[in-house]
């Protein structure tokens, strides 16, 4: 193969990537290692996407716009919130973290349009998620250029005040509770409706009484008498000291650019989120499995 080919190619080799960045093969390696470079070592030797280095490019020169700062949106959950606060209280000044919960489809938009760096999802059991999640993501423009991140299993089902006096699901749609529904879009919504349909019933049997905008508000909402009941995590419920109904495992996974996944900052989040520290939130909240963390799924 000749230089010409070679120039052509999408992947670059070290000396090619060193020039096309001007800088010395030494740097380069540096930050291949230290994966703040869209980088993959085949055959032992490095290669570097080209147009992910154009996309880290522009990053450099818009004012650190994705490596000084790190905004999540989506899903929410009381386990990467207090990963998300922790991590920004230890860099102080260094850089911004901040989390943002809309629900996973409207979270999801925000990314297709460049306006968040990562985007918390769940739809659906888990057993379906490796299918289900990378569909999700190829409804949007651009997700070629995507990754999914797994942070862990979670516990879904029915956040519900500790005196209801129910005991399952047909129970809470069949008779007089006050329910906290989630907005469209959201995966404890998703999860709720399939689990009603199983059973025979409608959103429109439950008696809706508030619309949650995150499910921290959902069980707010429930702890403080407004509802008996709201869909949600076990983790959720933990963290208002509310009982729960299951329904099953989910998914939760973060969609974010493949550039960003070699970010020295979304590696502290990771390294955050499987800290000692963490684990022990999880395991305090309950209904999480962090034998996922960290694992990457393909989005094609």
């Known amino acids: 193969m000749n230089d010409e080919s070679l120039s052509e ?26 994966r703040e470079l869209p980088a993959a070592k085949v055959g032992g030797k490095w290669l570097f996407p080209r147009a992910m280095l154009d996309e880290w490019l522009l990053e450099q020169a818009h004012g650190g716009a994705l490596s000084d700062r790190l905004l999540l949106a989506g899903s929410d959950d009381p386990w990467l919130a207090a990963a998300v606060a922790l991590l ?17 489809l ?59 006096g129910a005991a399952d699901l047909e129970t809470l749609a069949g008779y007089d509770y006050r329910w906290a529904m989630r907005q469209g879009g959201a995966g404890s919504q998703h999860y709720l409706l399939t689990a009603l349909t199983d059973r025979g019933f409608r959103t429109e049997d439950c008696g809706t009484v508030a619309t949650a905008l995150s499910e921290r508000q959902a069980a707010a909402l429930v702890a403080q008498g407004v509802a008996d009941c709201a869909p949600g995590t076990r983790g959720a419920a933990g963290e208002f000291g509310l009982d729960f109904l299951p329904l099953g495992w989910e998914a939760f996974d973060l969609a974010l650019p493949k550039t960003l996944y070699f970010r020295h900052l979304f590696q502290q989040l990771l390294d955050t989120l499987g800290s000692p520290a963490l684990r022990a939130t999880a395991d305090r909240l309950g209904g999480y499995d962090l034998s996922p963390l960290g694992r990457t799924i393909a989005v094609d």
Not at 13 to 27: D, G, S
Not at 95 to 102: E, G, H, S, T
């Open 88 to 104: 920004a209280a230890n860099l102080g000044g260094k850089a911004f973290v901040a989390y943002a919960p809309n629900g996973t």
């Open 106 to 164: 409207p979270g999801l938009e925000l990314l297709a349009q460049r306006r968040i760096s990562a985007c918390a999802l769940h739809w659906g059991p888990a057993e379906r998620a490796d299918r289900q999640h990378p569909a999700l993501l190829q409804r949007h423009a651009g997700h070629a250029q995507w990754t999914l991140v797994r942070l862990a299993l979670r516990e879904q089902g029915i956040i519900v005040r500790p005196d209801s």
């Open 9 to 34: 190619s999408p992947y670059l080799t070290a000396r090619q990537a060193a020039a096309y960045l001007h800088v010395n093969e030494k740097k380069l390696y540096e930050l291949a290692n230290g």
